[in-house]
Nanobody, 121 residues
Framework: VQLQASGGGSVQAGGSLRLSCAASGRSFSRYNMAWFRQVPGKEREFVAVIRGSGGMPNYADSVEGRFTISRDNGKNTVDLQVNSLKPEDTAVYYC???????????????WGQGTLVTVSS
């Protein structure tokens, strides 16, 4: 499966963005989809994951209640609605696909190219 993320941008603190990840290839619904993020010089960190069926969304504590992951298996897309943004949310956001479900980066064998989110105070 090939992934392409989009929707990043520059916003002020408190603002919102909607990140989107488009997948090509077969059997998109087989894949659990996740979002990770990375600040330059730091390790990539888990943000959110959703099952292939669209169930069991799970979030990192740092984004719980502010971010929402969703998917449309008919359109082969997974979105991340990011609200109440904080400067510490500034990062490159990556979508990823895996047949296993979880927050461990090593589970994910397919990655998008990343989209930059910059939040100013």
């Amino acid at each position: 499966v090939q992934l392409q993320a989009s929707g990043g941008g520059s916003v002020q603190a408190g603002g919102s963005l909607r990140l989107s990840c488009a997948a090509s290839g077969r059997s998109f619904s087989r894949y659990n989809m996740a979002w990770f993020r990375q600040v330059p010089g730091k390790e990539r960190e888990f943000v959110a994951v959703i099952r292939g069926s669209g169930g069991m969304p799970n979030y990192a504590d740092s984004v719980e209640g502010r971010f929402t992951i969703s998917r449309d298996n008919g359109k082969n897309t997974v979105d991340l609605q990011v609200n109440s943004l904080k400067p510490e949310d500034t990062a490159v956001y990556y979508c990823a696909a895996a047949l296993s479900y979880g927050s461990w980066e090593a589970l994910y064998g397919y990655w998008g190219q990343g989209t930059l989110v910059t939040v100013s105070s």
